[in-house]
């Protein structure tokens, strides 16, 4: 059947080939390829662990959904999804602020100091983090940003400036300069300019770095772990780790805690699908 409505669809633009039923073909085998982890998660979720453990795979005798609930007390779910949020909410909203402003200015202000700048941001990306992540720890102790929702959203903002600066800086040169230009004659001061005009031009490269940035903040273990040692603010990454160690393994919980994590990021998904879309269009179109 589903063949059979891919070749129709084919069809409306073209004979259909041989080629392009292998191609169709191949496309539905990757599909399920992607969606073949999610059905295990799935299913392992809603299992007892002696099920899990003698047929893993197959298809739970009965369903118990109060996994679900069990998983969602252990974690503390509502505790650590507020603390995951705040977290991501205003590292991501620093990051378009700050990277956008700072490529506006760097796009459109030619000369050899601003230049510069602009290569020393994009050096950042030639430096792996782990690198530095011994003195950046070192320094976020000395200045007192160990257990703090703050220190680490500063954290978060400036390792993700220069990937996100090299991405605005190709757009914001795109944008004519004559438009800019006519703004200044009619008085609109830099930030005006930048806010009113510059910012709502570049709507599709903000959606692309607003996606990758939640995605790698909100999935992020490594930093909340060494930074954020309180039980209390922690986030959903790492008090998942708690549901396994050197004398328990509570699979079925672990997984149920795993789909809870998802959900967020899966309404995400749904919510903003068209400006997903767009963006990564745009930034195809831009390459």
């Known amino acids: 059947m589903f063949l059979r409505d891919k070749a129709r669809s084919i069809?409306?633009?073209?004979?259909?080939?041989?080629?392009r039923l292998l191609f169709a073909l191949i496309l539905y085998l990757v599909t399920l390829a992607y969606l073949y982890p999610f059905y295990i998660v799935l299913i392992m979720s809603v299992k007892l662990p002696d099920e899990l453990l003698f047929?893993?795979?197959?298809?739970?005798?009965?369903?118990?959904?109060?996994?679900?609930?069990?998983?969602?007390?252990?974690?503390?779910?509502?505790?650590?999804f507020l603390n995951s949020f705040i977290i991501t909410f205003f590292s991501t909203i620093g990051i378009a602020l700050f990277a956008s402003m700072a490529s506006f200015t760097m796009a459109k202000r030619l000369n050899k100091f601003y230049?510069?700048?602009?290569?020393?941001?994009?050096?950042?990306?030639?430096?792996?983090?782990y690198m530095t992540l011994t003195s950046l720890m070192k320094l976020m102790r000395?200045?007192?940003?160990?257990?703090?929702?703050?220190g680490i959203i500063i954290v978060y903002i400036g390792r993700s400036l220069p990937f996100s600066v090299l991405m605005y800086v190709?757009?914001?040169?795109?944008?004519?300069?004559?438009?800019?230009?006519?703004?200044?004659?009619?008085?609109?001061t830099p930030f005006r300019t930048f806010f009113s005009i510059v910012f709502p031009m570049v709507k599709a490269v903000t959606s692309t770095?607003?996606?990758l940035n939640v995605l790698s903040i909100w999935n992020d273990f490594l930093l909340p772990l060494l930074t954020l040692t309180r039980s209390s603010l922690q986030t959903i990454p790492v008090v998942l780790r708690t549901?396994?160690?050197?004398?328990q393994f509570e699979w079925n919980l672990t997984?149920?805690?795993?789909?809870?994590?998802?959900?967020?990021?899966?309404?995400?998904?749904?919510?903003?699908?068209?400006?997903?879309?767009?963006g990564i269009a745009a930034g195809a179109l831009k390459g």
Not at 174 to 187: M, Q, R, T
Not at 263 to 274: D, G, H, R, T, V
Request: contains cysteine; aromatic residues 20%; charged residues 15%.
């Open 115 to 129: 230049s510069f700048l602009f290569y020393f941001f994009i050096a950042g990306l030639m430096i792996p983090f």
């Open 55 to 80: 047929n893993p795979l197959a298809l739970p005798r009965n369903f118990h959904f109060e996994n679900f609930a069990a998983a969602w007390i252990k974690m503390e779910f509502p505790r650590k």
């Open 209 to 211: 770095v607003i996606i």
């Open 11 to 19: 069809n409306q633009y073209g004979r259909i080939t041989p080629g």
């Open 142 to 150: 000395d200045l007192n940003l160990f257990n703090s929702p703050g």
């Open 170 to 188: 190709g757009f914001i040169r795109g944008v004519p300069n004559e438009i800019i230009d006519s703004a200044n004659i009619d008085g609109c």
């Open 243 to 247: 549901f396994w160690g050197e004398n």
């Open 255 to 278: 997984f149920s805690a795993f789909l809870l994590s998802m959900l967020p990021l899966i309404i995400f998904y749904f919510i903003l699908q068209k400006n997903i879309v767009e």
